[in-house]
């Protein structure tokens, strides 16, 4: 059974994923600016975690001046330059070849987001906004935000797309011109008599 998006002409399906994309960028980091706006109005870096679940979830307000899981302190300058970088091939990636798949186009999409959202921070503060607090007593995971979510989850479809998906047999559609020049070749070859 033929998807949609694949009966759509090449051109159709480019601009229906590109903006697929683009909704999926702005979302995440519109939703990751209004709640590090919510939790900078109503908690205190120098106060204790306040517990969301129980002891689970918590929010606990930090200026992370690294990257993501807080690595390479005192680098925002710098991460905010590579994120110019980043968000530019994310960009190109997504109009050269993200159209043929929407698992691709979700994975730029969210990537982008996560950039975007963080950069914001970096630009405004100098430093990034963290709060979410996950962990079982004093097991605890990296204090993290809505932006560096998405760029975890995008990572891990990455590493299915890229690495777990070609062992289990699985490949990226390939491009819609290039399946109707094998149909037409295949027909060609099925109507050609041979002359001896």
């Not at 110019?84 to 994310?90: G, N, T």
């Not at 190109?92 to 959202?117: C, M, N, P, Y």
């Not at 690495?163 to 559609?173: E, I, K, R, S």
């Amino acid at each position: 059974m033929s998807r949609p998006w694949r009966a759509l002409a090449p051109e159709g399906r480019r601009r229906a994923a590109f903006i697929g994309f683009a909704l999926i960028a702005c979302t995440i980091a519109v939703t990751d600016q209004i709640l590090k706006r919510w939790v900078i109005a109503n908690f205190d870096p120098k106060s204790p975690p306040s517990p969301v679940i129980g002891d689970w979830f918590r929010i606990d307000l930090i200026h992370n001046g690294g990257g993501l899981f807080g690595l390479f302190q005192g680098s925002a300058p710098i991460f905010a330059l590579v994120t110019v970088v980043v968000v530019a091939v994310l960009v190109a990636l997504e109009i050269g070849s993200g159209w043929r798949s929407w698992l691709v186009t979700i994975t730029l999409g969210l990537l982008l987001g996560g950039a975007i959202g963080n950069f914001i921070d970096r630009l405004r503060f100098g430093y990034v906004v963290d709060f979410a607090d996950i962990g079982i007593g004093t097991w605890r995971f990296y204090i993290f935000n809505i932006a560096d979510s998405a760029v975890t989850v995008a990572i891990l479809l990455m590493f299915v797309l890229w690495f777990v998906a070609p062992h289990l047999g699985v490949q990226m559609p390939p491009d819609r011109d290039a399946e109707g020049d094998r149909d037409a070749k295949d027909a060609n070859d099925a109507g050609s008599v041979k002359v001896r």
